[in-house]
């Protein structure tokens, strides 16, 4: 009785994925080429593909490896990280956790990777009313006490390398400077302002307060934080600022505020 085709496609997979050479069977065997090597190019043309989509992914990673080193590098991820997604745009999401872990000396590699990946997604984040000027004016002072919370397409990153620096000179096709390691953590954020992603570095303290915002602090509730932080001067320049620059970005939005 012939095999259920639910079968055959899982024994022709694991040939593909998992280099399983019984599913060599599953295909016409001539002289001319042959079954094994028929199904080497299939297993070729698959692993071709996923690392053609980290290289499109991780643009900038690619840039800094080369050819050679980011395939090697993406050969290895594919192998052990086979795609479980129909959708390639949500394939290689674990590959900075895999840099990181096969990489620890060469930190800027996950961290590059990351900060890559990160604009990807907030590219395709999706749209939700944004908290600006017009908006504010709009709510009047009720805003002040309302949740808030970052936009989809925002997130806060953690860098302990120079890679704002390294992926804006890749990014301008410049050379780019050496990797250099800083003794604290920088905070970076990534966002998208209408169509197009930015990231930029920010100070300890308004990472602090974009966290606090993240998790659903109300601004008055912030305000008062940042003014037993720094007192009442440095905090109303410092949150006047703040606002400014976030209404204007499109960071925030009401918390609760779905798509």
């Not at 080429?33 to 690392?51: P, Q």
């Not at 999706?126 to 009720?142: F, H, I, N, S, Y």
């Not at 905070?187 to 990472?207: K, T």
Request: charged fraction near 20%.
């Amino acid at each position: 009785m012939p095999e259920p085709l639910r079968e055959v496609q899982r024994r022709f997979l694991a040939g593909i994925v998992e280099d399983d050479a019984g599913a060599a069977a599953l295909i016409d065997d001539d002289a001319r080429v042959g079954a094994a090597k028929r199904l080497a190019i299939y297993r070729n043309n698959y692993r071709a593909s996923l690392t053609g989509v980290l290289a499109d992914h991780y643009e900038r990673l690619h840039a800094w490896l080369g050819d050679e080193q980011f395939d090697h590098v993406a050969s290895a991820y594919v192998a052990a990280h086979p795609s479980m997604t129909r959708n390639l745009r949500h394939y290689g999401g674990s590959f900075a956790a895999f840099l990181a872990e096969h990489f620890p000396n060469d930190g800027e590699l996950a961290e590059l990777a990351r900060l890559d990946w990160a604009l990807r997604a907030a590219f395709d984040a999706p749209d939700v009313p944004v908290l600006d000027a017009v908006r504010v004016t709009a709510l009047g002072e009720t805003w002040l006490e309302q949740p808030l919370t970052l936009h989809p397409s925002a997130c806060l990153l953690s860098a302990r390398f120079n890679v704002a620096a390294l992926w804006r000179a890749l990014d301008a096709g410049e050379e780019p400077p050496e990797p250099v390691e800083f003794t604290e953590p920088v905070a970076l954020l990534v966002w998208r302002n209408g169509l197009q992603p930015h990231f930029r570095s920010l100070s300890e303290i308004e990472a602090g307060a974009l966290a606090r915002l993240e998790a659903g602090a109300t601004f008055t509730g912030l305000s008062a934080h940042i003014i037993e932080a720094v007192g009442e001067a440095a905090a109303m320049e410092e949150l006047a600022g703040w606002l400014g620059q976030w209404l204007a970005d499109g960071v925030l939005v009401q918390s609760g505020t779905g798509p």
